[in-house]
T-cell receptor
Framework: GQQLNQSPQSMFIQEGEDVSMNCTSS?????WLWYKQDPGEGPVLLIA?????ELTSNGRLTAQFGITRKDSFLNISASIPSDVGIYFC????????????FGSGTQLTVLP | ETGVTQTPRHLVMGMTNKKSLKCEQH?????MYWYKQSAKKPLELMFV???????ENNSVPSRFSPECPNSSHLFLHLHTLQPEDSALYLC????????????FGEGSRLTVL
């Protein structure tokens, strides 16, 4: 089945820094989504992307659907302590398979 | 009242026990899902229900038995589990046909001794 390569696996950054993470696949995806999971909670949808080349922002978060439809990135600007958590990319593959494929997550730690 | 509620939040069981996980959604969705989350691994889809009918079983062992009595409730019955089944089990819901926009519960942390 389809696999997503999410990187980096973990990041340690200073408060106020910008963050970038990405997902790549060998297959084409119709939809890219980014979720955040706080400790002890379920994942929460941050941004959904539906068109190749689409660039969408949600506050300090910006995500893009790659032109090739095989990648996506998420940027967080001016990080704050509450940005700590695990960020997951997810993609809905093209073709008959409708269910999401998830990346293995990026663990973000924001240092004061 | 949160959108998707899971109980219990934590469960410890022996390999010979029978227990159940419960999920309830208050979002008016008609698709519900069970996912397994293990450390450092991608979320693994287990089961999908659309309008109470099971539409996907992702090669899950029979010791996991799902039940969906209506579009708002989903159960996962557990029987003779193995230690490697220890994980966070996440329930999610969505509008049918919109598998991308999943709303997750807080999860049930399962430990099998």
């Amino acid at each position: 089945g389809q696999q997503l390569n999410q990187s980096p696996q973990s990041m340690f950054i200073q408060e106020g820094e910008d963050v970038s993470m990405n997902c790549t696949s060998s297959s084409i995806f119709n939809t890219w989504l980014w979720y955040k999971q706080d400790p002890g909670e379920g994942p929460v949808l941050l941004i959904a992307l539906y068109k190749a080349g689409e660039l969408t922002s949600n506050g300090r978060l910006t995500a893009q659907f790659g032109i090739t439809r095989k990648d996506s990135f998420l940027n967080i600007s001016a990080s704050i302590p509450s940005d700590v958590g695990i960020y997951f990319c997810a993609g809905q593959p093209s073709g008959s398979a409708r269910q999401l494929t998830f990346g293995s997550g990026t663990q973000l730690t924001v240092l004061p | 009242e949160t959108g998707v509620t899971q109980t219990p939040r934590h469960l410890v069981m022996g390999m010979t026990n029978k227990k159940s996980l419960k999920c309830e959604q208050h979002l008016g969705h008609n698709a519900m899902y069970w996912y397994k989350q293990s450390a450092k691994k991608p979320l693994e889809l287990m089961f999908v229900y659309n309008f109470k009918e099971q539409t996907e079983n992702n090669s899950v062992p029979s010791r996991f038995s799902p039940e969906c009595p209506n579009s708002s409730h989903l159960f996962l019955h557990l029987h003779t589990l193995q230690p490697e089944d220890s994980a966070l089990y996440l329930c999610a819901s969505s509008q049918a046909g919109e598998a991308g926009e999943l709303f997750f519960g807080e999860g049930s942390r399962l430990t099998v001794l």
